[in-house]
């Protein structure tokens, strides 16, 4: 399923949440620059959400604060594992 990511790049601390309108938020601490923040957003998606790098695919908007990724999970599973991996 393709969900739209908001990006914040270099933000005091990395973390994701899913907005009302199904909307990922993610803050990395990475900045902006050849591909550092994209990376990281790709790898804390991972994480968060109990997947394998490379099943998080960057679909569109490599340069831009709104990004399109690829995910082989639905709103529920997205939801219901950002629950269980809030500290």
């Known amino acids: 399923m393709r969900f739209t990511v908001r990006a914040h790049p ?10 009302a309108d199904d909307t990922l938020e993610v803050w990395v601490t990475a900045p902006a620059v050849e ?3 994209n ?3 790709l790898t804390l ?3 968060r ?3 394998r790098t490379r099943e998080v695919v ?3 908007g490599e340069r831009a604060r709104q990004k399109l990724v690829e995910l ?3 709103t529920a599973a997205v939801r219901q594992a950002l629950e269980r991996a809030a500290p």
């Not at 270099?10 to 907005?19: N, Q």
């Open 35 to 37: 591909g550092r923040a």
């Open 45 to 47: 998606l991972a994480e």
């Open 58 to 60: 960057l679909v569109r």
């Open 39 to 41: 990376a990281a957003i």
């Open 10 to 19: 270099r933000a005091a601390r990395a973390r994701v949440a899913l907005t």
């Open 49 to 51: 959400l109990g997947l």
């Open 72 to 74: 082989p999970l639905d």
